[in-house]
């Protein structure tokens, strides 16, 4: 496997020193907003929306990132990272849909993005169903740039019809600086997760999160306390309080 990986990568650097970034990604949108959930919650934040998904999640909350709706605009790497610098935020959310789901120019665009000079934070927020080695790889070569690459990685739990897409093997990639989050629908979501968080995880700080239509905060947060699970971050998605539940762009 790692043999395959070194191959996968070279070529890839080959591409990286030609003219991968003018290649064009689809996208849906580049704007600024607070981050609305995690640990970096409430810090300006600029995004880079991704066009397309490999998942349909039962309770999707961008499903204008994905078919049946199109692309909004295409952009080449070096367009995205000149729209994405001109906001002249410290804090950069790469999402989707599934930002990670185009091979060499996924990584190709991480990179990019971390070498934008006052960027100090880039943290994408990726499904769980994307391998992350070769990500993680170019965050160990690109050093220091590389500090800047956090994952934000989902493990979609059995409310969202897609678990069997996750790859428990991306566990292994985290460090203490990533974030694994759980998003709850119900009180199997929630019995599921802790099975997960005391088995199954290594590195990285563990955030749970209500799907907003279907869980309260308040019964999230009464079910967390009555566990011994003393890590748990709870995430409440501040941009669904501020905005229309539905509002894009913000
Ligand atoms: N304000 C705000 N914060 C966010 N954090 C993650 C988002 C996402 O859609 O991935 C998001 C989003 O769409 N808006
Ligand atoms: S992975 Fe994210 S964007 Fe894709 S279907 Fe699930 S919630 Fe929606
Ligand atoms: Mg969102």
């Given at each position: 496997m790692n ?7 070279q070529s890839d ?5 030609s ?5 064009q990604?689809?996208?849906?949108e ?6 609305g ?5 409430g ?6 929306r ?10 999707c909350?961008t ?8 692309p ?7 367009e ?5 610098a ?13 930002p ?10 991480v990179?990019a ?5 006052h ?15 070769p ?17 934000i ?6 409310g ?5 897409r ?31 968080v005391?088995n199954e ?8 999160s ?6 309260s ?15 748990v971050r ?7 309080w501020i ?8």
């Amino acid at each position: 496997m790692n043999n395959q990986l070194t191959i996968d990568h070279q070529s890839d650097e080959q591409l990286r020193n030609s003219d991968l970034n003018d290649l064009q990604l689809p996208m849906v949108e580049i704007f600024e907003t607070i981050q609305g959930e995690g640990t970096a919650a409430g810090e300006r934040t600029t995004f880079v929306r991704v066009y397309n998904c490999n998942l349909r999640c039962q309770w999707c909350d961008t499903k204008y990132s994905y078919a049946p709706e199109k692309p909004v605009f295409f952009a080449s790497i070096k367009e995205i990272c000149h729209k994405a610098a001109s906001f002249e935020n410290r804090w950069l959310c790469l999402t989707g849909g599934e930002p990670l789901m185009h091979g060499r120019k996924s990584i190709a665009l991480v990179e990019a993005l971390a070498k934008i000079p006052h960027v100090t934070d880039v943290h994408i927020e990726t499904n769980g169903a994307i391998d992350l080695s070769p990500f993680a790889q170019l965050r160990q070569e690109i050093q220091p740039l590389g500090q800047k690459i956090r994952f934000i990685m989902d493990y979609k739990l059995p409310g969202s019809g897609e678990e069997h897409r996750m790859l428990t093997s991306n566990f292994q990639y985290l460090t203490e600086r990533d974030e694994i989050k759980f998003v709850i629908a119900d009180d199997r979501d929630f019995e599921r997760a802790v099975d997960i968080v005391e088995n199954e995880i290594g590195d990285g700080k563990v955030l749970f999160s209500p799907v907003f239509s279907s869980m309260s905060a308040k019964r999230l947060v009464e079910k967390l306390l009555k566990t011994n699970l003393k890590q748990v971050r709870v995430s409440l998605q501040l941009h669904k309080w501020i905005w229309d539940p539905e509002a894009r762009g913000v």
